[in-house]
C-alpha cells in the first residue's frame, strides 16, 4: 500500500499541475493537519482517493466546515485494507484553541481508547498531528512533543508514525525521518510518501 502523507503547507505542484493520473500509484492519502478544507476536498475530487485526516492545532474551522468526501478518524482506529490507523490530532495547548490538549488531557484521550485498542490487538499506524517529546519535537510550548506518544509507540510497536506540527518553515532541525525502536517516524510537512 503506499499512503501519500500531506501536513501543515499545500503543495502548490498538486493545486497546480495534479491530476488524477499523478495518483495513480497512491492507494490512501493521510493529513496530519493545519491544511485548509478546501485543499482536502480538492485532492479528494480530482484524486477519489480516501482521505483520512486528524485536526492541527489550527484546525478550529473544521468544526463548522470540515473536509468533505474525507474521513475524520480522531479517537479512532480505522481499518482500512487490512492497516489499523490509529489518529490523534491536536497540539499542546498553549493558548486557547478546540485542538489543543496538555499531556494529561491527551493521556484521557488514549485511556478511553483503551477497549478499542484491545479489540483490534493494538494499531500499525499512528497518526498525529504533534510529534512525540524528545523526539524532534519543539521545546516552546506550543511544539513540544507528547510524552503518550512515545508510550503508545513502546507499548504497541507500529510500523510507522506519522506527524506534522514542526517542519523546515521553522527551522532545520525538525527531521524528515526518524525512527523509535522498530517504529519508522514520518515528519509528513508538505507532501512524502510512505510504502506499508
Known amino acids: 500500500m503506499r499512503i501519500l502523507c500531506l501536513a501543515d503547507e499545500e503543495s502548490n505542484v498538486i493545486w497546480d499541475t495534479y491530476t488524477k493520473d499523478d495518483f495513480k500509484d497512491i492507494d490512501l492519502i493521510i493529513s496530519c493537519g493545519d491544511l485548509k478544507a478546501s485543499y482536502l ?12 485526516y486528524v485536526h492541527g492545532n489550527h484546525d478550529d474551522r473544521y468544526a463548522t466546515e470540515p ?11 480505522y481499518v482500512y485494507q487490512g492497516v489499523r490507523f490509529l489518529g490523534l490530532g491536536g497540539s499542546q495547548r498553549y493558548k486557547p ?3 489543543q490538549y496538555t499531556e494529561r488531557e491527551m493521556r ?17 499506524v499512528l497518526v498525529t498531528h504533534a510529534p512525540a517529546l524528545g523526539l524532534n519535537d519543539g521545546t516552546d510550548a506550543c511544539h ?4 503518550i506518544f512515545t508510550r503508545l509507540i513502546d507499548k504497541y510497536h507500529p510500523k510507522y508514525f506519522i506527524h506534522g506540527h514542526v517542519h523546515l518553515t521553522y527551522s532545520r532541525q525538525f527531521a524528515r525521518e526518524d525512527s523509535l525502536g522498530d517504529t519508522k517516524v514520518i515528519n509528513a510537512f508538505e507532501k512524502y510518501i510512505i510504502e506499508i
Open 144 to 147: 513540544r512533543g507528547f510524552e
Open 67 to 77: 473536509p468533505e468526501g474525507c474521513f475524520c478518524i480522531e479517537d479512532q482506529i
Open 108 to 124: 484521557a484521550r488514549v485511556n478511553r481508547m483503551a477497549l478499542k485498542l484491545l479489540y483490534h490487538k493494538g494499531f500499525d
Open 41 to 52: 476536498s480538492y485532492i479528494e475530487t480530482i484524486s477519489s482517493i480516501p482521505i483520512l
Open 97 to 99: 484553541g478546540i485542538n
